[in-house]
């Protein structure tokens, strides 16, 4: 055997390796309630053998494993439960109009199931306002502070989570005016009420 053909064999059982771990991992997911990517990367590459691998998938790949695994496993009762939470998500929303909400995560990619959380970024100069805002309306929250990349910077935003009447939380980050007009956001992972209205009414 040629090493070039040596190279290309180890290649692809990396890749059919990945692909096993991307397709375990959603499983994973779909089936014992974990939302974290990495919790269930490392979970799958443990339970297939390959825990010392260099080569797991990426989020994405995953996600697309999670997207097949729902659709051939769970498609009797999954559009049920994301339609609940992106309903949920727009009520939210709707009461967050002022601070021009976005829908990010799970829920609008439509890999979320019953143990998934609603993901909401606010944007306000004034840090203060959402948890005044939050303060006036009295849902049950917590608060705390999130790092992020705006413009090329690490930043620490105000962040809450909030505990609706369902048991589904729903994380709030709160970013500066200028990142909205960043450019940095796609319809694909980032959707605003009109957004998410189409999404429902589709």
Known sequence: MTKEHAS??????RDLMREHLAHQAARLMAEGGITDHALAKRKAARQLGASDTQHLPSNDEVDAALHSYRALYQHDSHPGILRQLREESLAAMRLFAEFNPY???????????????????????????????????????????????IS????????????GETGVQTHIIVLPENARHSGSRHPETHADIAAVEALLAG
């Open 152 to 163: 090329g910077h690490e930043e620490t935003v105000p962040s809450y989570t909030l505990s």
């Open 8 to 13: 290309r064999n180890h290649a692809h059982r």
């Open 103 to 149: 829908l990010t995560g799970s829920v609008l990619s439509g890999t979320a199931g019953v143990q998934s959380d609603i993901n909401l970024m606010l944007f306000s100069d004034d840090t203060k306002a959402v948890l005044l805002f939050l303060l006036k309306h009295n849902p049950e929250f917590e608060d705390g502070e999130w790092r992020v990349r």
